[in-house]
């Protein structure tokens, strides 16, 4: 049929020829693929090399060990643990919600746990491990452990924890660390803080975080396009953060607590000659150790609102009237200036007023001391005497002179969140209070009432201070500091600050001697501390009113309620002769200075001046 | 009208066995090659190995059944399967199933078949048996009719989408018109309509992520992290591969998973990278090799249509590894065609080693003809 018509031999040939094009149409192409790939593989490799390895090398930061901290003695205050938690890796669990509910019965966590793994399983990448529960027990490792191979992606881990082995005592010293939240990782360098999961929230903790953190390690991996580490390739190893010793004495530090007892209060004791923190207590405390992995709200919420704020620094934060332990300061400053010496006398009715008004200020005793000097008016704690010397001087004489110890300032101590105190001024009270200076306040100023406050450092400075002849140190709290693969501490040097100018020696003899009196004399306010020390103190009581009486109202300890009674202080400095420890100790609500804060200053000072160690 | 004489003649026993070794060593090499890269590229997975071992025996044996079919068998069921295989092009748009948003499979019940993957060796079977009854070269009649028997497919096709298969297959439609000897400028006058077609296909038939392949192709580094993405981390493999490879297994494009698609469309990629532009250049010999057999089977073919359909199976072979390397290597937009005979996965790999062993029917059952 129709094939017979087909001319085969030209057919045949014609095919040919077309394959023939279409071989070498073929090897056309190819040629062009082989110039392509010779392009890229050849001429382009080093350009893809080095993409390729951006793609795959990442460096990791790894976090360095925190630094210890130490008391003088080498006591540890803050340690690192490692202690095992629980984590979920979300990529590697199929069914969250169902791996939870069966995990549930074999480790507990609270709903807090859950809702914080919630909140950071959000934040997070899904390969990376997110932490259900801290800190679990032995027992709870070897029950899950058993039971691993039912929870694909849920793995214990074992991390550094901080730990606080002396919980309450040191908890408002030392402070605590706790998790980055968002605020701070905008804060600290990105470099340093890459790997790191906790900072100083508080206390030395937070002052001395850029020594205690160290230097992140680096570890250059291999990593898959999910981020997922497939094998390291280098690593330099971190440095950890440097050892800090301090210079309180853990068990000066463990007296104190003990002396303070129930009571509310704070305690500082500074060597006055190098400005070094023996003790400082902040009572009632809190157990540090809660916060490091994030205390839980309800036990926050307790800590929070307990009527006693365990969680207020009082010692740095606290700021109370200085009451009469301000007196030998302000004897002193009447002497130096001129406004007074050492025979003047001032008749004491049990009251006092300015001339032309009516306002009566009282004395505490309400018969009157009589005829009194400045020496008599230390020892028994004169008002009337003090109110006419700090009205003869004037607020601003009082203020500048005041000023020379640090009050109204930070001390500028080596801990986070100090408080300033007011020493009050003309100044002071246009900025604060929009009003002029009245005289009459000059007159609370006078026995450290008023608008005067102070921080429990300060006046613990500024009683150190004076017993310095003066010569103002830095108090501190860092002892020495050892950095990696020293084996010797290396001790901080003292810083002087301002030396406070010495008029006449026999002035500050004087009001040294009458402080010796307030202990050592039959009429002294604080006379039962001296019957039987075996070294001589020179204190000052203190009462500073929380409650204001009213001009024609009794003040009356008993019936009033706890809350409104006054603070009791008390400063000392001991040996007088040659001052090794100055103390300033306030009792909230505590009453009179001389029955409740004294007694507590003696046990520290016996402790430090009679079983020092070393 | 006897074919080969098992009796007269020492015949060796490969052509007894209707098989062309030197074919049959090149597709094996290839398969070979094709196994060892993707275990490389599946993570060093042993199940997906012994899967796509299983694809390759499954191919074999269907290009050993296929080689043993006389050509003038499939010549007589062509029109026949042509037929069916249009009537389930049209069935897809009504029953057909969809999966990743292509609607491209019929279920039988036991089977889901993907009609257009049968077309791909249904069409040049069609057009090389309907010219092979005209007088070569075809009238322009006979060209018109033979276009339409591939254009109607085609459009079907596309419009599933899959506009990948559909170009593979209107470009073996057109190598077997070329092979049967059009004029000049018709194939002028083809290219010249299909560049004015162009416009028409990107503004009616192309689907908006069909068009953001070919903006991509155009500038890759304008999207990174989207569509650019593939064909970036694909150029990142195959030029860091450099002339020796990484070594096998040790591709970090692929092996970190940087690379997508790596055990299907884009295993050229990891080739490239853990074997070198030595690799590749082997691979791209295989390739040559069972090309150049497959034209000169065709070449001696005897009848018309055993060399048209000889020649277009050659000819749909290459086109598809061309596009491929071509895509992967960012020569060509990503139109999501695998690697011939190399990439995981068995549909192509069996209609390819089908097309193989027709190739080989047409060969082994040649009449002998004496000087």
Redo the contacts between chains.
């Keep these: 049929m129709?094939?017979a018509?087909?001319?085969h031999h030209?057919?045949s040939r014609?095919?040919?020829f077309?394959?023939l094009?279409?071989?070498g149409f073929?090897?056309l192409?190819?040629g062009?693929?082989?110039l392509?790939?010779?392009n890229?593989?050849?001429f382009?490799?080093e350009?893809?090399?080095t993409?390729?390895d951006d793609?795959?090398v990442h460096t990791i930061s790894i976090a360095p060990q925190r630094g210890r901290i130490y008391d003088r003695n080498g006591v540890l205050l803050a340690n690192n643990h490692t202690t095992f938690r629980l984590e979920i890796t979300p990529m590697q669990v199929e069914d969250m919600d169902e791996t939870l509910e069966r995990l549930s019965k074999i480790i507990s966590f609270s709903e807090e746990d859950l809702e914080r793994f919630q909140r950071e399983r959000k934040r997070s990448r899904r390969f990376s491990a997110v932490p259900l529960r801290f800190s679990l027990n032995p027992e709870e490792v070897a029950r899950f452990e058993v039971n691993r191979h039912q929870f694909p992606g849920v793995a214990i881990q074992d991390y550094q924890s901080r730990h606080y082995p002396l919980h309450n005592l040191t908890a408002h010293t030392v402070g605590y660390i706790g998790r980055i939240n968002e605020e701070e990782s905008q804060q600290v360098d990105p470099f340093l803080y890459q790997a790191t999961e906790h900072i100083g929230k508080t206390g030395v903790e937070h002052y001395y975080e850029g020594l205690l953190h160290g230097t992140p390690g680096v570890r250059q991996v291999?990593?898959?396009?999910?981020g997922r580490v497939?094998r390291v390739l280098e690593e330099t190893p971190p440095t950890p953060g440097d050892n800090i010793f301090l210079t309180i004495d853990s068990e000066l530090q463990a007296i104190a607590n003990e002396a303070m007892g129930d009571y509310r209060g704070a305690i500082v004791a500074i060597n006055p000659k190098s400005g070094e923190i023996l003790t400082i207590l902040s009572n009632p405390s809190f157990n540090a150790n809660l916060f490091v992995n994030g205390i839980g709200r309800e036990a926050y919420r307790e800590l929070r609102d307990s009527k006693y704020r365990p969680l207020f620094n009082r010692f740095l934060r606290g700021q109370y009237p200085p009451g009469s332990t301000i007196k030998p300061l302000v004897a002193l400053a009447g002497l130096e200036l001129g406004h007074t010496h050492a025979e003047k006398e001032t008749y004491c009715p049990g009251w006092y007023r300015i001339k032309g008004y009516k306002h009566k200020y009282r004395d505490w005793k309400k018969r009157g001391h009589g005829k009194t000097d400045v020496d008599k008016a230390i020892v028994e704690s004169c008002d009337v005497y003090f109110y006419d010397l700090a009205f003869n001087m004037g607020i601003d004489n009082i203020n500048e002179y005041m000023a020379q110890f640090g009050f109204g300032t930070q001390t500028g101590a080596d801990i986070t969140g100090e408080q300033p105190g007011v020493l009050p001024s003309r100044d002071w009270k246009r900025i604060h209070r929009e009003e002029p200076w009245y005289p009459g306040e000059t007159l609370s100023v006078g026995i450290g009432q008023g608008f005067f406050t102070i921080t429990p450092m300060q006046l613990a400075s500024a009683i150190a201070t004076f017993a310095n002849q003066g010569q103002r140190m830095q108090p501190h709290l860092l002892y020495a500091t050892q950095g990696v693969g020293t084996s010797n501490p290396q001790l901080q040097p003292y810083q002087p600050l301002n030396h406070i100018e010495i008029k006449e020696q026999k002035n500050w003899d004087k009001v040294y001697e009458s402080m010796r009196r307030v202990v050592h004399s039959k009429r002294g306010t604080a006379r039962k501390l001296g019957k039987k020390s075996k070294y001589t103190i020179a204190g000052k009581t203190g009462t500073a009113q929380v409650y204001t009486v009213q001009q024609d109202e009794e003040y009356d300890e008993k019936s009033l309620p706890e809350h409104l009674k006054d603070h009791a202080l008390f400063v000392a400095f001991a040996p007088l002769e040659d001052p090794e420890i100055a103390i300033a100790v306030i009792v909230e609500h505590g009453g009179h200075g001389g029955s409740v804060a004294a007694p507590v200053a003696k046990k520290i000072m016996d402790r430090y001046l009679l079983e020092r160690r070393g | 009208m006897s074919r080969v004489d098992h009796t007269q003649r020492k015949v060796p026993l490969s052509y007894r066995l209707h098989i062309d070794l030197p074919l049959l060593t090149g597709l094996f090499l290839l398969s070979l090659f094709g196994l060892l890269v993707i275990y490389s590229a599946g993570g060093e997975d042993i199940d997906m190995l012994s899967r796509q071992f299983i694809r390759v025996s499954i191919a074999f044996t269907v290009l050993f059944i296929a080689a043993q079919t006389p050509p003038h068998w499939l010549k007589i069921i062509t029109f026949w399967l042509f037929v069916i295989g249009l009537l389930m092009l049209f069935a897809v748009p009504f029953i057909g199933e969809t999966h990743k948003g292509a609607q491209r499979w019929l279920n039988f019940g036991v089977i889901l078949i993907q009609p257009s993957e049968m077309m791909k060796l249904i069409i040049p079977m069609m057009v090389a048996a309907y010219l092979s009854?005209?007088?070569?070269?075809p009238t322009p009649k006979h060209q018109a009719i033979a276009a339409l028997l591939i254009i109607v497919p085609v459009l079907l096709i596309a419009k599933q989408p899959d506009l990948g298969t559909s170009l593979l297959i209107a470009s073996s439609g057109f190598?077997v018109l070329?092979?049967?000897?059009i004029s000049w400028r018709i194939i002028g006058g083809m290219v010249l309509s299909s560049a004015a077609l162009l416009p028409l296909l990107w503004f009616y038939l192309m689907k908006p992520y069909q068009k953001q392949r070919v903006l991509t192709f155009l500038n890759p580094e304008s999207d990174p992290r989207g569509t650019g993405y593939h064909i970036i981390?694909s150029?990142?493999?195959?030029?860091?591969?450099?002339?020796f490879g990484k070594g096998w297994l040790n591709g970090?494009?692929s092996?970190?998973?940087?690379l997508p698609e790596r055990h299907t469309d884009f295993i050229f990629a990891v080739l490239?990278e853990e074997f070198?532009?030595l690799g590749?250049?082997i691979l791209?010999g295989l390739?040559?090799f069972i090309?150049?057999r497959g034209?000169y089977i065709?070449?001696q073919a005897q009848e018309?249509y055993t060399?048209?359909l000889a020649?277009g199976i050659t000819?749909i072979f290459?086109t598809y590894f061309?596009v491929n390397?071509?895509m992967v290597?960012g020569?060509l937009p990503v139109v999501g065609l695998p690697l011939p005979m190399v990439s995981y996965g068995g549909t192509s790999m069996v209609t390819i080693m089908a097309a193989f062993g027709i190739l080989m029917s047409i060969h082994t059952h040649r009449r002998l003809l004496n000087k």
């Excluded at chain 1, 291999?222 to 999910?226: D, I, Y």
């Design positions: 129709i094939p018509l087909k001319n030209f057919e014609l095919f040919r077309r394959v094009l279409a071989a073929v090897l192409m190819v062009v693929l082989t392509r790939m010779v890229l593989q050849i382009q490799h350009h893809y090399s993409l390729s793609n795959r291999e990593s898959n396009v999910l497939i | 009854e005209m007088r070569l070269p190598f070329f092979l049967a000897g981390q150029k990142i493999a195959i030029g860091s591969g450099g002339g970090t494009q092996q970190l998973e940087f490239a070198g532009l590749v250049l791209f390739y040559l090309i150049f034209l065709a070449s018309t060399r048209l020649g000819m290459f061309m390397v071509g290597s020569l």
